[in-house]
């Protein structure tokens, strides 16, 4: 299954684990079935899919796969995406219109998910898509960007990791929720009707024994 490259805490390439692969990974279980990881940049999990380098995919990233074959699941992880500041910046975010004259650092692709709040600072050059997570962090607290787009628990999870390199002191952040991810945006894809149908069951089973709940618990507190 192809799945990103590192993502803590959602994915950590070196064990096969994270709250993404565990999830996945019980779900499976349930009814047999083993998760063999394969890791992608984002852009290529599609490709992975269409070219039969794996038997499934986690996520589409907006490439219909049904045309190619593919059963779309349950969404089984959301991110959980936030705009974020720091405090002693005091700045107020509630429409896009508050973010002219803001500078953007983000995951890549986040101007075409939101693109009511990014389009215009992707025209005026104020956005900047970053895969490596932590020079969002470093961006924010070093002065060079105002504003972060990041999921709230990798973005927590590179704020500690930053602090033990550097030593610095955590800065009091604030977090804008301004958007609402949508859960078909992270729908697990099958090339197998009868897999799809056996996460799915999974899916129910770890959700009412408690396992995701433990799962996500685990990984948040690190």
Request: net charge positive; no cysteine.
């Amino acid at each position: 299954m192809a799945f990103s490259k590192e993502i803590p805490p959602y994915i950590f390439e070196d064990d096969n684990s994270g709250i993404e692969i565990d999830i996945i990974k019980a779900a499976l279980a349930h009814k047999g079935h083993t998760l063999k990881p394969m890791y992608f940049p984002l852009g290529r999990i599609p490709y992975a899919f269409t070219n039969n380098l794996v038997n499934a995919v986690m996520g589409d990233m907006g490439v219909n796969l049904k045309s190619q074959g593919g059963f779309y699941a349950k969404a089984a992880v959301i991110y959980d995406n936030v705009f974020i500041t720091l405090k002693n910046k005091d700045i107020v975010l509630k429409r896009p219109k508050d973010l002219d004259s803001l500078n953007v650092v983000s995951f890549q692709g986040a101007d075409k998910r939101y693109p009511k709040w990014l389009k215009k600072v992707k025209e005026d050059s104020r956005f900047y898509g970053v895969s490596d997570q932590l020079t969002q962090v470093k961006l924010l607290y070093f002065g060079r960007y105002d504003v972060v787009v990041s999921d709230r628990y990798i973005f927590r999870y590179f704020v500690k990791k930053l602090n033990l390199m550097h030593g610095l002191d955590s800065q009091e952040i604030t977090e804008h929720k301004l958007t609402i991810d949508k859960p078909m945006d992270y729908r697990p894809v099958f090339r197998d009707k009868k897999i799809r149908d056996d996460f799915n069951f999974g899916l129910i089973k770890i959700k009412e024994s408690g396992e995701f709940l433990r799962i996500y618990e685990k990984y948040i507190s690190l």
